[in-house]
C-alpha cells in the first residue's frame, strides 16, 4: 500500500573514498535541497586524504561512518544496511545534485507507487561537458519486468549510481543476495544495483528531467574506460556473477512463457528488436522450443504495434 503523498522518508547515502577535494561540494548539493533529505548518511571507506575531516564540519547534518577501504560495494552495504528511509538515494562523492532532486523524485513516486527503482538524466561537467551517453535509451521510460532482459543482454538498465534512486526493501534483497561480491565491485557496484533490482522483477522508470550532475575528472576512471571501450571486457564477467548471486536467492523459471509474458507486461512493440529477439537466440532452446518462441514474440509485437 503506498503512503499518502509527502509523507515518504528519503535516504541519501554518499560513498566516498579520497574525495576530499569535492566531497564538501557534494554534501552542499544535498543540504539545498528544495526537499530536505530525511537522513544522510556518508560512508567512508578508508579515506586517506583530508576527506573525514571535511566532512565532520557537517556534525549534526549528516552523519558519518568509516571503515577501512573496501571498495565501493563495500560502502554502499554498509550505507544499505544503516539507512532508515523509505526510499533510498545514491550519490558518489565527486557528483552534485541540482536543487530540485528530490523534489522531484519524490512527486514521480507519490504519482506511480508501484515503481520501485527510478533514473534521472545527467549532465556531465569538468573535462567533458554535455549529456551523458547513458541519457539515450533504446527502450521504454517504463519497464514494468526486466528479468531476461537483464539476464540474457548486456543493456544497462539503469543510470550511474547519483542518478539511482530506490524502494529500500528491493534494494536491501539485493545487497542482501550480492554478499560475498565486493572485491569484484570495487569500482562499478551501480551494476549490482541495476542488474540484481531487474532480476528480482522490480518496476523501473526512466524520466527525462535532467537533475544530477556527473563529474568527470581524470581520477574518475571508469567514464574513461566506458567511452573508448576498454570496460567492455568486464561486463559479461559482472554480469554472470551478478546472475549466479541473484538466482541462487530468487529464481525464476526459463520458459518460452515466461518470455511472452515479461515482453507482455512492457506492452512495446519496440522491445522485440532490443530484447527479445536476441534472448531467444540466447536461450539455447531446441529446435521447436526456439521456434515456437519465435513465433510467439513476432506474433505478439504485430500485435503491440497495432494497438
Known amino acids: 500500500m503506498s503512503q499518502p503523498a509527502n509523507l515518504?522518508?528519503?535516504?541519501?547515502?554518499?560513498?566516498?573514498?579520497?574525495?576530499?577535494?569535492?566531497?564538501?561540494?557534494?554534501?552542499?548539493?544535498?543540504?539545498?535541497?528544495?526537499?530536505?533529505?530525511?537522513?544522510?548518511?556518508?560512508?567512508?571507506?578508508?579515506?586517506?586524504?583530508?576527506?573525514?575531516?571535511?566532512?565532520?564540519?557537517?556534525?549534526?547534518?549528516?552523519?558519518?561512518?568509516?571503515?577501512?577501504?573496501?571498495?565501493?560495494?563495500?560502502?554502499?552495504?554498509?550505507?544499505?544496511?544503516?539507512?532508515?528511509?523509505?526510499?533510498?538515494?545514491?550519490?558518489?562523492?565527486?557528483?552534485?545534485?541540482?536543487?530540485?532532486?528530490?523534489?522531484?523524485?519524490?512527486?514521480?513516486?507519490?504519482?506511480y507507487p508501484s515503481v520501485d527503482c527510478l533514473f534521472t538524466k545527467l549532465q556531465l561537467f569538468g573535462n567533458d561537458e554535455g549529456p551523458h551517453v547513458l541519457n539515450i535509451r533504446k527502450f521504454p521510460n517504463r519497464l514494468k519486468c526486466s528479468r531476461f532482459a537483464a539476464y540474457y543482454s548486456n543493456f544497462f538498465l539503469g543510470r550511474p549510481t547519483s542518478a539511482c534512486v530506490f524502494k529500500s526493501e528491493v534494494v536491501k534483497k539485493v545487497i542482501q543476495a550480492c554478499k560475498g561480491l565486493e572485491d569484484d565491485f570495487r569500482i562499478c557496484a551501480d551494476r549490482i544495483l541495476i542488474n540484481g533490482t531487474s532480476l528480482i522483477g522490480a518496476e523501473k522508470m526512466f524520466i527525462d528531467d535532467c537533475t544530477v550532475l556527473y563529474r568527470t575528472h581524470g581520477e574518475n576512471g571508469y567514464y574513461a574506460k566506458e567511452k573508448n571501450g576498454q570496460a567492455l571486457a568486464l561486463a559479461e564477467h559482472r554480469k554472470n556473477l551478478i546472475n549466479q548471486k541473484i538466482l541462487a536467492a530468487y529464481p525464476f523459471k526459463f520458459t518460452p512463457d515466461a518470455v511472452v509474458k515479461e515482453m507482455l507486461q512492457n506492452g512495446s512493440a519496440e522491445l522485440h528488436g532490443v530484447f527479445y529477439r536476441n534472448i531467444a537466440k540466447r536461450m539455447k532452446l531446441s529446435y521447436l522450443a526456439d521456434k515456437y518462441l519465435r513465433w510467439r514474440l513476432g506474433r505478439l509485437r504485430r500485435k503491440l504495434a497495432n494497438e
Open 8 to 111: 515518504l522518508r528519503l535516504s541519501v547515502i554518499i560513498n566516498n573514498y579520497n574525495y576530499g577535494q569535492y566531497i564538501e561540494e557534494c554534501i552542499q548539493s544535498v543540504l539545498n535541497q528544495s526537499r530536505s533529505a530525511d537522513e544522510i548518511i556518508i560512508v567512508d571507506d578508508g579515506s586517506t586524504d583530508n576527506s573525514v575531516e571535511i566532512i565532520r564540519k557537517f556534525e549534526g547534518q549528516v552523519r558519518l561512518l568509516t571503515q577501512p577501504n573496501g571498495g565501493q560495494l563495500s560502502a554502499i552495504v554498509t550505507g544499505v544496511e544503516a539507512a532508515t528511509g523509505d526510499f533510498l538515494l545514491f550519490l558518489d562523492s565527486d557528483d552534485l545534485w541540482n536543487p530540485d532532486h528530490l523534489e522531484t523524485v519524490e512527486k514521480v513516486f507519490n504519482e
